[in-house]
């Protein structure tokens, strides 16, 4: 080892008690300071200074056990860690030999020195370690002591997994080359900052006033001093429930709003959540109204009087309407509407269609046809007369057959009537059907074509013959006459010709009941 080499290794060990004295006045050996600096964490003493074994061999080929430095970290909130700070006291010969890692709960560990960087000068004193500092020690950035220097490995990011910091904290040095000595311990204080800082929320599009009703987007984002790691949504004024940029949703007509609050990775919240208004207008009315004519002469009916109607839309009671008279142009009317004086004597037809307050036109327009006749009607009734079947109280041994007519040319039909029930439609010749034997009526009224129907209806009455019972009393009748000349000792022809009698009257009654 050269003399230039000893002189400063000399030189470190000499100076390292003042330079570690003046630290520890500030902080006494085993303070943890965790959180701001205000809220200061004593962690369980611990001895030192430890030795920091030597190496065998040159850059960690056979690298001594590490110097093992615990700190006990208890009762803080399960935070993510936003920032950290590690100072310890360290006297050795060259401070490239040495590697120094900090390990967290759980094992994720940071480098803070990296060793094996070739000569360096000697350490003596409390140095401290920051993410936030300036340069590195290196060779060419010597060490100072009460210096804050940048580790290797960025800390906050390789302990961003870490949920909460409670646990054993570990620092580790080795001396990765031989004929160094040093020591470590005589001051080791780690500063733990929490993340109490909240996020803060931007909604940075949305749905403009006046945007048609339906699918709507809102996009958003957040930032953080960690990260940004959930958004809670609140919509129309509804409980927050977890969502993701764009928030989607149908929003009805109306006023709408959406608050939306970021949560950090270390669960803070926005307390002022950003807000977001809008009104959505409905869809524009494309539907157009139905027309329905709900008074006026039925569809196809003569009339001598100018008809008038009345019409509504069934399904839009702010509808206007527009009427039009045989195919001419639509023009505004109401309800009812009166066909206009001077229309021909003709046939015509009445149209009307609604148009809602959108402007949509009932593409299927309500119409009736209608003919217009100012002669006055035909109220005279027509005659009838019966002219064929049985004469009035005849007795018949059937159902009869009647034949009708009327003198009155514009006759056009007929109606009949059995036993005084409903008159119906019927023609020449009718034959009476459906009746029991006994006294029936059958009547006739002419109809003419404009409707008159005859008031004295054609009348005639018969006697439908019951001759199932005429024959029983016939087969009476001869069988007491064959047992009558039976007892009187009549004479054979008589006997038979009776007995035929009786025969004959068997084969009626077989066949008529």
């Not at 949305?206 to 699918?215: F, K, L, T, V």
């Not at 977001?276 to 494309?286: C, K, L």
Request: hydrophobic share 35%; glycine share 10%; with cysteine.
């Amino acid at each position: 080892m050269s003399s230039s080499r000893l002189a400063t290794r000399a030189l470190g060990v000499f100076l390292a008690p003042l330079l570690v004295t003046a630290a520890l006045a500030a902080a006494p050996p085993g303070e943890a300071v965790i959180g701001p600096q205000d809220d200061t964490y004593f962690a369980p003493a611990f001895s030192g200074p430890h030795n920091i074994p030597e190496a065998i061999g040159s850059c960690g080929v056979s690298p001594a056990s590490p110097v093992e430095i615990p700190i006990n970290v208890a009762g803080l909130p399960s935070q993510r860690i936003s920032g950290i700070r590690v100072e310890v006291g360290l006297t050795h010969t060259y401070q490239a030999d040495l590697r120094m890692t900090l390990t967290a709960p759980g094992g994720a560990a940071a480098t803070l020195l990296p060793g094996c960087a070739g000569d360096g000068d000697n350490l003596g004193g409390v140095y401290g370690w920051d993410d936030t500092a300036p340069t590195s020690m290196t060779n060419a950035n010597p060490p100072t002591a009460g210096t804050w220097y940048k580790p290797q490995d960025n800390m906050v990011n390789a302990f961003s997994g870490l949920t909460h910091p409670n646990g054993i904290w570990t620092l580790r040095i080795w001396d990765l080359l031989g004929g160094d000595t040093g020591t470590a311990g005589n001051f080791f204080r780690l500063q733990i900052v929490l993340d109490d800082t909240d996020p803060n929320t931007s909604i940075t599009s949305g749905p403009a006033n006046g945007s048609p009703a339906g699918p709507v987007e809102v996009h958003f984002n957040g930032t953080d001093n960690v990260g940004i790691g959930a958004f809670n949504c609140s919509f129309d004024g509804g409980p927050l429930t977890a969502c993701t940029s764009p928030y989607t949703t149908n929003a009805s007509p109306g006023s709408h709003s959406l608050s939306v609050q970021a949560v950090d990775t270390s669960s803070n919240t926005d307390p002022t959540p950003d807000l977001y208004t809008w009104e959505t207008a409905a869809p524009p009315d494309t539907t157009p109204p139905n027309t329905a004519i709900t008074g006026g002469p039925a569809d196809g009916d003569t009339v001598s009087v100018l008809p008038s109607y009345s019409f509504n839309s069934p399904d839009d009671d702010t509808a206007t309407f527009e009427c039009s008279l045989d195919g001419g142009a639509y023009a505004a009317c109401t309800s009812p509407y009166q066909v206009a004086d001077g229309t021909s004597a003709a046939e015509h037809t009445f149209a009307v269609r609604a148009k809602d307050p959108a402007g949509n036109v009932d593409p299927t327009p309500s119409s009736r046809d209608f003919t217009y006749d100012p002669t006055p009607p035909d109220t005279t009734p027509p005659q009838t007369n019966i002219i064929g079947g049985p004469e009035n109280g005849a007795g018949v041994k059937s159902p009869p057959t009647y034949r009708f007519s009327s003198p009155d040319s514009d006759a056009d039909g007929f109606v009949c009537s059995i036993d005084d029930k409903a008159f119906k439609p019927c023609t020449t010749p009718f034959t009476v059907s459906g009746i029991a034997p006994g006294n029936h009526s059958f009547e006739v009224s002419a109809v003419d074509e404009a409707g008159n129907v005859d008031p004295t209806p054609a009348l005639r009455t018969f006697k439908l013959r019951d001759l199932c019972a005429e024959a029983k009393a016939k087969l009476r009748q001869a069988r007491i006459k064959l047992r009558e000349a039976i007892e009187d000792g009549a004479s054979k022809r008589k006997i038979r010709r009776l007995r035929g009698q009786v025969n004959k009257w068997k084969a009626e009654v077989r066949d008529l009941c």
